[in-house]
C-alpha cells in the first residue's frame, strides 16, 4: 500500500516516471502476493481480493492482458459478491481501454466506414469522456479543498503558532 500511496503523491507531483516506477513495483509485488494464493480456493475473500487488486494495478501499468488475467482468476472458486461486482466492472474497464487502444492504432481508412467503430464512437466513447470529466471534477474538487484546507491550517499557524498534537490535547481535556 505504501508503494501505491507513494504512486499517488508523485502523480500529484506531476512526477510521471516516479509514478509510473512505484505502480511498477506495486504491481509486482501485488501479482507476487495473489500468485501464492491463487490455487488455494478456500482461502476466500482474501485470494479474490489480492487477484482484484493485482487487476486494478496492472491497468494502472498499461498491462491490460495481464489485468484481464488477473479479473479471471478472481472469478474462479467462490470470491464474495462485492469482488465478483467490483471484477465485472475492472472487465468493463478493461475490455473499453484494449478498445480504444485498437481505435488509437487502425488507420482512418479503415475506421470511416466501419458500422461497428462508428457506433462505438457515437455511443461509448461520449459515455466515457462524461465519466471521466466526472472524475476530473471529483479529483479538482478535492484538490481545492485540500489547498484551502492547507491555506487555514497556515492562516492558524501564522496567527497562534504551533499546535500541540492532537493526543496532548486529548489528554489536557481530561
Known amino acids: 500500500m505504501e508503494l501505491v500511496n507513494q504512486a499517488v503523491l ?10 509510473r516506477e512505484f505502480y511498477r513495483a506495486a504491481f509486482a509485488k501485488e501479482r507476487a502476493a495473489a500468485d ?7 482461502l476466500e475473500p ?9 487487476a486494478v494495478l496492472a491497468l494502472e501499468c498499461g498491462e491490460l492482458q495481464e489485468a484481464e488475467r488477473l479479473i479471471g482468476r478472481a472469478l474462479a472458486g467462490n470470491p464474495p459478491d ?35 467503430i ?5 455511443r461509448f466513447q461520449p459515455i ?4 471521466q470529466h466526472i472524475l476530473d471534477e471529483d479529483r479538482r474538487s478535492r484538490e481545492a479543498a ?4 492547507n491555506k487555514i491550517w497556515t492562516h492558524l499557524q501564522e496567527t497562534y ?14
Not at 508523485?10 to 509514478?19: I, L, N, V
Not at 501464492?36 to 478456500?42: F, G, M, P, Q, S
Request: aromatic letters at 4%; charged letters at 25%.
Open 146 to 149: 485540500v489547498a484551502q484546507a
Open 128 to 131: 466515457e469522456a462524461q465519466e
Open 10 to 19: 508523485a502523480r500529484q507531483r506531476g512526477d510521471a516516471k516516479a509514478m
Open 161 to 174: 503558532g504551533e499546535f500541540p498534537d492532537s493526543v496532548e490535547l486529548l489528554h489536557r481535556d481530561r
Open 46 to 54: 482474501t485470494r479474490s481480493v489480492l487477484h482484484r487488486s493485482a
Open 118 to 122: 462508428n457506433l462505438y464512437e457515437s
Open 82 to 116: 462485492d469482488i465478483v461486482t467490483a471484477a465485472a466492472k475492472w472487465a468493463c474497464d478493461t475490455a473499453s481501454a484494449m478498445v480504444n487502444v485498437v481505435l488509437d492504432r487502425i488507420p482512418p481508412s479503415f475506421s470511416q466506414d466501419n458500422e461497428q
Open 36 to 42: 501464492l494464493v491463487a490455487n488455494k480456493l478456500d
